[in-house]
């Protein structure tokens, strides 16, 4: 029995991740955790402030109390 394998070329493969350097700390002080090379930010995930994100273009009301 014969068995054939047939596949494509790989085409346009996706820009790698964008990294910050190693061995990085959460600037809150006292803190002492390693920052992700994929974490953007200052702080950890503790200490980053909340962030909701804006789904869909959907806005929250400001004039509500």
Known sequence: MSSVTKGTRPGHLPQPSRTEEQGRECAHPGCRTKL???????FCWQHADVVFPNYRGKRLRTDRA
């Not at 992700?36 to 200052?42: E, F, K, Q, T």
Request: charged content about 15%; hydrophobic content about 30%.
């Open 36 to 42: 992700s090379v994929y974490n953007a930010g200052d």
